[in-house]
């Protein structure tokens, strides 16, 4: 009897204990993105236009450079994670995270949880925060950040974002020392029961090959420039720039840069001009989107 | 006694937040101490002693024998000046609606002026303390902080509670933290995070107890004893110990309310890794301890502190999850060293050639090239083979781009070391690679082998050269690329290891790798070594006198770097010397009588034998010249430095002479400019060894 426990019986758990906290339940942004964070509903929403948002979502995140062939047991180039953003931060945020974690069958008390010191920042948004990485018996199993900037832009009032690392969670609930050993679905195997492996294990073997070997760069190249063009176009209009189309190709830049990287086709003193490109991308749809760009 | 009682109370501030970073609370601890016994003293309320305490949530502070009223306030009012007008007169005292007898007149520096002065009466202390706590909360400084939901104030991480007691009563009031968004005082605090129970603070003198029978211990050196002791009871039954780490147990301490110490287990297969990458694995991410037996073997196990209290079975699984984690870890590591050991080292550095050192220096493929240069240029001084002196600087680098030292860049250095001694390179070449980084600090062990040491200066000299040359030389408190500890670093080895070159030889065949052929550069760098210089040596137990005495002479350019270093230990050896005080006063003598001179700047002046009168103008003419020989034959002998002394204390008999019989302030001009260029000359050739003038008596 593994049901409770499963990798999908997690994330509706989580849902359905956020929606319970008031957030409103989102589906994953249909691109490819690096981590939750860069989804509009935490990006452009901290920023306005209502002083109050709450949101959860998972989101699959993209991180070329970690491919491994599925060869190493921790490490994914494409993984889940859980993201939480409530505005403004709850006073009682630290309690709710735990109690998330009772809600989905890990009993803080039974186990060591710390907060340590995790300062975050992401170049390529414009985006920092201060908060923590959460340990449990020593694993990381969340981010817990508060934001202070986006785009450059102070974040008020500040948001709270949880981020749950949910392959690391589901291996700490189910003691599973390989993420590919992860039970899905809580069916056992011998009635068609799926692992992590099953659904995941080929799709990181063409992917690591894919970024690290195959990949078009000079497609690439281009693919990122007209991003970026297309970006300068849609904001081109001051007064009435379309601010999530923009947004929309700043994520793109942003995926394509990370499979450049990955190539190693970026050299170490190109790599600050791209992230810069990014930030532009980022900044100038924030303003756009808080109708302040003309200012 | 009653009186007092009555009269003082205790305090207690606690400010409660969220998990506070461990590397900031000590000095947390310590600014609020400064804060509030600044405030108390600035408002005349005395109070007799303080303790504070600091952790992940609680910052608190206790004042006892607080006095509960303030001092009656004396304040003074300046009026007009004391011959001012009438009128001027009368203003002040109507505004005041004084009596020209309740005025007096005192004497200022800026004349006589009519004052007032008023005794007020002393605030009671509890009305005071909103006050002075918004003071405090407002003038918090944290290394980083934020702000939270709609709040301006910032604080390292959110401040959700301010306990606030005198006399054990709660003061009333509140602190302002955003807009219309106040914190109130109270009188409760919360239990460890495992309960988090709101805790109500009846008495002060109860305070710290309380929290300990809630699990968090408030007194972070109580934390650290306790994890010692348990530590040592723990290991002792085992006849083991743990790898002395002071600077993580201290992270430790600041990162658990209710320390729990806890031992776990390495598979063995991963005992075969280096040991360096084991236990860097197990403090970078997970603040693990590593265990060795008496002979200082490795064990495979991991001590760690857990945040709370003892319990057989939650103990059992938070071990068994720390051990999960760093198998994961471990097999990470292996991962990377297993790739790594399948790769070349030239390989690696085709890679360098695409990692810049630093902006216009070029990429670190071309610092290794120069390197090698300058590092066969030297390896003689050093003793070693200029071929392995080369072949230790190519393959220096190579490291950076490993995976290992790309997941942990304090690895660097290490990982060059044991992947050349796998790739069976010379011995002395590993050894020179896995310690060339060393010394970090100025308290750090310097290298242990002539090449390491070789390797280690040059990489440094590399390093200083470039950064001068294009212009980033330390400034101020900025020191972006550690210019300062590097040529700190340059300086030990050289004294270290009794180099027998100066500053100019050492710099020149770098500033040719780098083209630079700008005086000013090489002086800049030259100053900064001399600095450098002075604080090692004078750090060795030398007189600073005497230190600046020797480093202080025209020619230190061009001085080996030992024999500074043993002319100092002679003339520290000789400064007890009766003979040698006789030298110096007779030094400062002549000194005294060049100085009211004017001379051209040469470093010769013309005497004319025609134009002497004495045998002891003779003698000095004679000695000046020797001496100036002497100096140029056996100045940088290392042990002729005592001969070049007692040549010194030679001339004492002579000089004498010279001061009794001989009149250097002559009616004729040309006897007198003569005799004066003879005691510059003499003064010269011995400036040259060191400047005299600068030891104290």
């Known amino acids: 009897m593994s049901v409770n426990n499963s990798f999908q019986k997690i994330i509706t758990s989580l849902q359905s204990f956020w929606i319970d906290q008031g957030c409103v339940l989102l589906q994953p942004y249909d691109l490819e993105v690096g981590a939750g964070t860069f989804h509009p509903a935490t990006v452009l929403r901290v920023l306005g236009p209502d002083p109050i948002w709450k949101a959860a979502y998972v989101q699959p995140c993209r991180r070329p450079t970690d491919g491994r062939y599925g060869e190493n047991p921790n490490r994914l180039q494409h993984y889940y994670q859980f993201q939480v953003i409530m505005q403004p931060s709850p006073e009682d945020i630290q309690n709710l995270y735990l109690e998330s974690l009772y809600f989905i069958g890990l009993n803080p008390k039974d186990h060591d949880i710390r907060f340590v010191e995790d300062d975050w920042e992401s170049p390529t948004l414009g985006a920092s925060g201060l908060g923590w990485e959460i340990w449990c018996d020593g694993m990381e199993i969340s981010q817990f950040t508060y934001f202070q900037q986006v785009g450059g832009i102070e974040v008020k009032p500040v948001a709270s974002e949880i981020t749950y690392g949910l392959e690391r969670l589901a291996m700490f609930i189910q003691k599973i020392e390989n993420v590919y050993d992860l039970d899905w679905d809580g069916i056992e195997k011998n009635k068609g029961g799926k692992t992590y492996g099953d659904i995941f294990l080929q799709q990181e073997k063409e992917f690591s090959k894919y970024n690290f070997e195959k990949s078009d760069t000079s497609f690439l190249f281009k693919q990122f420039n007209d991003a970026e063009t297309e970006c300068k176009n849609l904001l081109d209009d001051k007064k009435n720039p379309i601010a999530l189309p923009a947004y929309h190709q700043c994520i793109k830049a942003s995926h394509i840069f990370n499979l450049l990287d990955a190539r190693g086709v970026i050299s170490v003193s190109e790599r600050q001009s791209y992230i810069l490109r990014v930030r532009n991308m980022a900044r100038s749809s924030c303003l756009a989107w808080m109708g302040k760009l003309n200012e | ?697």
């Open chain 2, 1 to 697: 006694m009653n009186n007092m009682e009555k009269s003082r109370g205790n305090l207690l501030l606690e400010f409660f937040s969220e998990e506070i970073p461990a590397r900031m609370q000590l000095n947390s601890e310590i600014q609020l101490q400064n804060l509030l016994v600044k405030s108390l003293t600035q408002r005349d309320i005395a109070f007799e002693s303080f303790k504070t305490f600091s952790g992940p949530r609680h910052l608190s502070i206790i004042i006892k024998n607080i006095e509960l009223e303030q001092k009656d306030q004396e304040i003074e009012k300046r009026g007009p000046r004391f011959d001012a007008n009438r009128k001027a007169i009368d203003g002040f005292l109507k505004s005041n609606q004084l009596k020209i007898d309740e005025t007096i007149i005192k004497e200022t520096n800026k004349g006589k002026f009519y004052f007032h002065s008023q005794m007020i009466k002393g605030q009671k202390t509890y009305e005071i303390l909103p006050d002075i706590i918004s003071e405090i909360v407002n003038s918090f400084v944290w290394p980083k902080s934020q702000r939270w939901a709609n709040t301006d104030l910032k604080w390292a991480r959110p401040l959700r509670n301010i306990v606030l007691l005198l006399n054990n009563d709660v003061v009333k009031g509140k602190v302002e933290i955003g807009k219309n968004v106040f914190l109130n005082f109270t009188n409760f605090t919360f239990s460890h995070r495992y309960s988090d129970k709101k805790i109500v603070i009846n008495k002060i003198e109860n305070y710290e107890q309380l929290l300990e029978e809630n699990f968090v211990i408030l007194d972070r050196n109580k934390r650290l004893d306790k994890i010692i002791n348990d530590t040592s009871s723990l290991l002792d039954k085992g006849k083991l110990k743990l790898v002395n780490d002071k600077s993580l147990l201290e992270e430790v301490v600041g990162l658990v309310e209710y320390p729990n110490i806890l031992i776990g287990s390495i598979s063995k297969e991963f005992m075969k890794l280096p040991r360096e990458v084991l236990s860097t694995a197990m403090r970078v991410h997970q603040k693990y301890f590593s265990i060795t037996d008496k002979e200082n073997n490795l064990e495979s196990k991991f001590l760690f502190v857990a945040n709370s209290i003892k319990e057989k079975d939650r103990d059992f699984r938070v071990i068994e999850g720390n051990e999960r984690v760093l198998k994961a870890r471990l097999s990470d590591a292996s991962y990377f060293f297993e790739n790594d050991i399948t790769n070349t080292f030239q390989n690696w550095n085709e890679k360098l050639k695409k990692v810049t050192f630093y902006e216009s220096l070029g990429s670190l493929h071309d610092k290794i090239i120069r390197m090698a240069n300058i590092s066969k240029i030297f390896a003689k001084d050093f003793g070693v083979q200029s071929e392995l002196a080369k072949q230790a600087a190519i393959l220096s680098k190579a490291d950076l781009v490993s995976e290992m030292v790309m997941e942990f860049p304090e690895l660097q250095g290490i990982m060059g070391g044991h992947y050349a001694k796998i790739k069976n390179e010379h011995e002395e070449v590993t050894k020179a690679i896995f310690e060339h980084y060393k010394p970090k600090g100025v308290s750090d062990d310097l290298p242990e082998t002539k090449l390491g040491s070789l390797l280690s200066m040059v990489d440094k000299i590399d390093t200083l050269v470039g950064f001068f040359s294009i212009d980033k030389k330390p400034t101020g408190s900025k020191d972006p690329f550690a210019l300062r500890r590097n040529s700190f670093s340059i300086v030990q080895i050289l004294i270290n290891f009794k180099i027998n070159l100066s500053l100019n030889e050492l710099l020149k065949p770098s500033l040719k790798e780098y083209c630079c052929s700008s005086k000013s550069i090489k002086r800049n760098i030259i100053d900064f070594m001399i600095d450098k210089l002075k604080f090692v040596l004078s750090n060795q137990n030398n007189r600073m006198d005497v230190v600046n005495s020797v480093l202080n002479t025209k020619i230190v350019n061009d001085i080996p770097i030992k024999i500074i270093s043993s002319r100092i230990d002679s003339i520290s050896k000789f400064n007890k010397n009766n003979d040698f005080k006789i030298f110096l006063a007779n030094y400062k003598r002549i000194n005294n009588i060049l100085k009211s001179e004017k001379f051209p700047n040469k470093t010769e002046f013309p005497v004319d034998l025609k134009f002497f009168d004495t045998i002891e103008e003779e003698n000095i003419y004679k000695l000046s010249n020797s001496f100036s020989k002497e100096i140029i034959k056996k100045g940088v002998c290392e042990k002729s430095q005592d001969i070049l002394i007692n040549y010194l204390i030679k001339m004492n008999e002579p000089i004498s002479l010279f001061f009794d019989n001989v009149i250097v302030n002559h009616n004729d001009n040309n006897i007198r400019i003569n005799r004066l260029n003879l005691l510059k000359n003499l003064h010269n050739s011995i400036s040259k060894f060191s400047n005299f003038e600068l030891i104290e008596d």
